[in-house]
């Protein structure tokens, strides 16, 4: 027989968006169902950089976040970066911290938060098949448990792949706008410091960098990847897997680096859906939030500052939705209008200074002798 659940609030995907959705919404008074296809803890291809924005986010759904955090055993501060080109290098101090945390720890460590409020109902390792929104409320059908969860709004936390956005936003990948991209770890990494992340450029693959991030508690350890734009790559027909390898063998201080290096488990590849393009976000009775709303910054490559402010401002407005009763596509637009105030205006900046600089020949030789100067330093900052 098929039970039937009834909430507030579903968030179909419980990464960093979806449980940051539901712990914004813990004291709301809702009732709240999330759930994944995963079975936790699990892992998520990334780099696994928090920038600064994605703590004080977490510390403003949740506060006492942060000063949690840094004690958890598996997180580690970044105090510095070096950009390394042509045998130059250039160490930023970041204005702030940053830090690293495997996702396999970050995500499960998130859902716990959650599970602890007592204030949501968990399904994990589940498929939704289909999602339907109509004036009365929505209906998720979950694949082999005979259950359906009927609420009045769903929240589309479901990652790069979303079928929350086919299903009910109609939603593609713009090839234009969309990254793929491929890590791994590797151990015993010459001259890696604990408290930097190391990122180097070659002219031959131009503004792709590749990314060297230290892992908590295992010296000389960091995960390393890569990614190239989707056009990019069929363009001139290159295999990420096999330009990941060659990186290394056209950088000489990379060969430097990683010559008694070893490589730890596969070369895994995901794709990044850039927020340089502003697609549907929100609908009647429903919001994307996180990849799902594709709100990767196109400059940096990171995703999850954006993932939990979206998670924040969608959090506002399931709110407002309650307090009038109005569950309309016109109403849904107040969270797109403060998504692109807080999110999608810096998101064109770095996609137009992306494009501007990827169009000037000898970029990265230009870009490298200025690099040291303070205010260009503050500049890229302001873009990550
Ligand atoms: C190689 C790579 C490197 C990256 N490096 C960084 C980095 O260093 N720093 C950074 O900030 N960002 C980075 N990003 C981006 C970052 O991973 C994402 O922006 C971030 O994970 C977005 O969080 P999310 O919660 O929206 O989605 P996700 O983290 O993808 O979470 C989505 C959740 O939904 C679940 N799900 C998926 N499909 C379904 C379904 N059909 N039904 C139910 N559940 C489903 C998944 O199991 C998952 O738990 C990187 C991405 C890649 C690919």
Do not use: Q, R
């Given at each position: 027989m098929e039970a039937i659940k009834e909430y507030d609030v579903i968030i179909a995907g419980a990464g960093p968006a979806g449980t940051s959705c539901a712990l914004a919404l813990r004291d709301s008074g809702l009732r709240i169902a999330i759930l994944d296809k995963s079975a936790f803890p699990r892992d998520k291809v990334c780099g696994e950089l928090m920038h600064k924005k994605t703590v004080e986010n977490l510390e403003k759904v949740y506060p006492g976040f942060k000063k949690d955090f840094v004690k958890f055993p598996k997180t580690l501060v970044l105090k510095h970066t070096i950009m390394h080109y042509k045998g130059r290098d250039v160490m930023y101090d970041w204005e702030g911290e940053s830090y690293t945390c495997p996702r396999y720890e970050l995500d499960n460590y998130l859902l716990n938060l959650l599970k602890e409020t007592g204030k949501a109902d968990i399904y994990t390792k589940v498929i939704p098949e289909q999602y339907t929104a109509t004036d009365d409320g929505v209906t998720v059908t979950l694949k082999d448990k005979h259950l359906t969860l009927k609420g009045k709004l769903l929240i589309?936390?479901?990652?790069?792949?979303?079928v929350v956005k086919k299903q009910l936003a109609g939603g593609r990948v713009d090839k234009q706008h969309y990254i793929g991209a491929v890590r791994t770890y590797f151990s015993?990494?010459?001259?890696?410091?604990?408290d930097t992340s190391e990122i180097f450029f070659n002219s031959k693959y131009h503004l792709n960098c590749l990314w060297v991030f230290p892992v908590e508690g295992?010296?000389?350890m960091a995960n390393v990847g890569f990614g190239l734009l989707s056009t990019r790559m069929s363009k001139r027909k290159i295999n990420l897997k096999e330009a990941f390898y060659d990186y290394f063998k056209v950088s000489p201080e990379l060969g430097e680096k990683f010559k008694d290096a070893k490589q730890e488990g596969p070369l895994e590849g995901f794709g990044v859906s850039l927020g340089s393009t502003i697609g549907t976000v929100s609908g009647s009775r429903f919001m994307l939030i996180g990849d799902a709303a594709s709100l990767?910054?196109?400059?940096?490559?990171?995703g999850m500052g954006n993932a939990v402010v979206s998670a924040r401002l969608a959090a506002d407005q399931v709110k407002r939705c309650f307090d009038t009763n109005n569950f309309s596509a016109t109403n849904m637009l107040n969270y797109r209008e403060q998504l692109e105030k807080e999110v999608y205006n810096e998101l064109t900046r770095s996609f137009k200074a992306q494009r501007m600089l990827s169009s000037i020949p000898y970029v990265l030789d230009i870009g490298f002798g200025l690099a040291k100067h303070n205010w260009i330093k503050k500049k890229i900052q302001s873009m990550v």
């Open positions: 589309g936390a479901d990652g790069v792949n979303s015993n990494i010459k001259d890696l410091k604990p295992k010296p000389g990767t910054n196109p400059i940096s490559g990171t």
